[in-house]
Structures are given as structure tokens and as C-alpha cells.
């Protein structure tokens, strides 16, 4: 596993030992040692999430402001824009946003710390998203930000307005947005 810094150095592109043939493919989709190797941490992952969307779905930004969740992202169909925000007042990237296409076809995982809110956008026909996290669902601290927020100016590559759950279509602004 070979661990990435991205422009926000603790958000973390993995790409993985890919072994392959005529018969197609294997990989160690999660190996704490490798993962504690590649990157010097040792987070504790207590969920696992699966999530499938339909194309031009944007699911975020959401995060926890109690019990921040690190999630640890991969798609296992299809083609996502994945995107992390940086939530630390004390960060020299706060308000920063970072962004990576993830897919099945090429395998990367992104690591998101505590500390940020994290969305997608779905590109391919649909994508199922698996991620693990931190610390437990909580549905009393969970909050979600405006994907399109002009503070944030995040380039999502979207062809038409995307699809969004009542609660994304609702999220706070950047400015209005408790933070960590």
C-alpha cells in the first residue's frame, strides 16, 4: 500500500498492491498493519458503511460536530468525486476543500480525518460506496453544508444539477456552519 499526501497533507490517497491476471484481480482492500505502515496511523475503526447512488447523486457535505468521524473511503462500482473539507479552525487549510475521483477501476482509498466534512458525487451510470469509520453514526451531531457553497467554491464536475436528499438541499453555509 503506498499512501499518498493530497493538498491537504493529512488527507491521504492509498493505492493498493493490485495483483492480476487473465482471471482478473485480488487485493487487500483493509490491512491495519499495512494501513499503520503506509501512513504512521493507528485509527480505530468501529463501522462499516455501504452506500449505492445513481449517477449525478451528490451525497454531502456531511460530518459530525461530536463524535467527528475519520473515514476511510473506497468504491467497489463505479466512479465517484470525492471531496473533503477542512472543518479545524486551528488548520492552516480551514475552509480548504480537496478533491479525487475514486472507482472500482482504479482502487484508491481515500483516507478522511476527524476534523472534516466529507461528500460525492456519483459520475458513472451508479457507484456503490463502502467506508469505515472512527466512531458510530450519530444522528443528533451530524450536520451537512452546502455542496454548493460560493465560500467553499468546490469544482464538482457536474453536467447538470445533481440529485440531492432533502437534508443536502438544506445544508448550512460555510459561514453559518459549526466547526471544530
Known amino acids: 500500500m503506498k ?10 490517497l492509498l493505492e493498493p498492491r493490485v495483483l492480476g491476471d487473465e482471471r482478473g484481480f485480488f487485493f487487500e482492500s483493509f490491512n491495519q498493519a499495512a494501513f499503520e505502515a503506509a501512513t504512521g496511523l493507528q485509527p480505530r475503526f468501529v463501522q462499516d458503511n455501504h452506500s449505492r447512488s445513481i449517477q449525478g447523486v451528490l451525497r454531502g457535505l456531511h460530518y459530525q ?5 475519520g473515514k476511510l473511503v473506497r468504491v467497489c462500482a463505479g466512479e465517484i468525486f470525492d471531496v473533503a473539507v477542512d472543518l479545524r479552525r486551528s488548520s492552516p487549510s480551514f475552509g480548504k476543500w480537496v ?24 459520475l458513472s451510470d451508479f457507484a456503490e460506496v463502502l467506508y469505515k469509520t472512527t466512531d458510530y453514526y450519530a444522528p443528533r451531531h451530524e450536520r451537512c453544508i452546502r455542496w454548493d457553497d460560493p465560500e467553499l467554491a468546490i469544482a464538482w464536475p457536474c453536467r447538470q444539477l445533481p440529485l440531492l436528499s432533502e437534508k443536502d438541499r438544506n445544508g448550512a453555509s460555510f459561514a453559518d456552519a459549526p466547526a471544530y
Open 3 to 12: 499512501a499518498i499526501p493530497q493538498a491537504i497533507p493529512e488527507v491521504l
Open 65 to 69: 460536530i461530536e463524535q467527528p468521524q
Open 99 to 122: 478533491g479525487t475521483l475514486l472507482s472500482a477501476e482504479n482502487k484508491r482509498q481515500v483516507w478522511i480525518p476527524e476534523g472534516f466534512a466529507h461528500g460525492f458525487l456519483t
